[in-house]
T-cell receptor, first 113, second 111 residues
Framework: AQTIHQWPVAEIKAVGSPLSLGCTIK??????LYWYWQATGGTLQQLFY??????VESVVQLNLSASRPKDDQFILSTEKLLLSHSGFYLC????????????FGSGTRLTVL | QQKVQQSPESLSVPEGGMASFNCTSS?????YFWWYRQHSGEGPKALM?????GDKKEGRFTAHLNKASLHVSLHIRDSQPSDSALYFC???????????FGSGTRLLVSP
């Protein structure tokens, strides 16, 4: 069975500080990977997707970057946090074809002060 | 401009009742639709997908798609308190990698 693990579970960071969030998918070869951001109780905004190692597509510009250093790993980062970066970050995977169901991790709660 | 409009914003039904959710898209490129459910503090989980016109039933859940009007709905019969959650519709086009979510409907099922 496939599992998706996100880390850390929660972060409290200062404005202007750097950030790195990650997720790892086990039990699935060459998945599509996604990052989403969610304000409290709000909709999910897609940030990035990746269909192969080393290739990441940006969907919306929010002063964030993403990388896929390994087939099973997706990293979200920024060098300088803004207050507006606060929220719930969700990593997801789908099978390697289009129009597939997304399977989400349990998320990282980020608070920027 | 939100490409997937979802209604209502919130919904309260008694245990055993019917809960209904609606989504309308403004993008005719969307071909694939899903319903997801998110309990508080967790990641969303897919309930069902629907890609063809008509009804699709899975247990207590029935989805309906009308591609001509870009309208998709979800109905939950015999609602249970454990169904209380945030419900999202989602849509994608032919490429499939950009998945747009609706604004969400908060469901409360009271015992």
């Amino acid at each position: 069975a496939q599992t998706i693990h996100q880390w850390p579970v929660a972060e409290i960071k200062a404005v202007g500080s750097p950030l790195s969030l990650g997720c790892t998918i086990k039990g699935k070869s060459s998945p599509n990977l996604y990052w989403y951001w969610q304000a409290t109780g709000g909709t999910l905004q897609q940030l990035f997707y990746s269909i192969t190692v080393g290739q990441v597509e940006s969907v919306v510009q929010l002063n964030l970057s993403a990388s896929r250093p390994k087939d099973d790993q997706f990293i979200l980062s920024t060098e300088k946090l803004l207050l507006s970066h606060s929220g719930f970050y969700l990593c997801a995977w789908s099978s390697q074809s289009s129009a597939e169901t997304l399977y989400f991790g349990s998320g990282t709660r980020l608070t920027v002060l | 401009q939100q490409k997937v409009q979802q209604s209502p914003e919130s919904l309260s039904v008694p245990e055993g009742g019917m809960a209904s959710f609606n989504c309308t898209s403004s993008d005719r490129n969307f071909q694939y639709f899903w319903w997801y459910r998110q309990h508080s503090g967790e990641g969303p989980k897919a309930l069902m997908s629907i890609f063809s016109d008509g009804d699709k039933k899975e247990g207590r859940f029935t989805a309906h798609l009308n591609k001509a009007s870009l309208h998709v709905s979800l109905h939950i019969r015999d609602s249970q308190p454990s169904d209380s959650a945030l419900y999202f519709c989602a849509a994608s086009g032919a490429g499939g990698y950009k998945v747009v979510f609706g604004s969400g409907t908060r469901l409360l099922v009271s015992p």
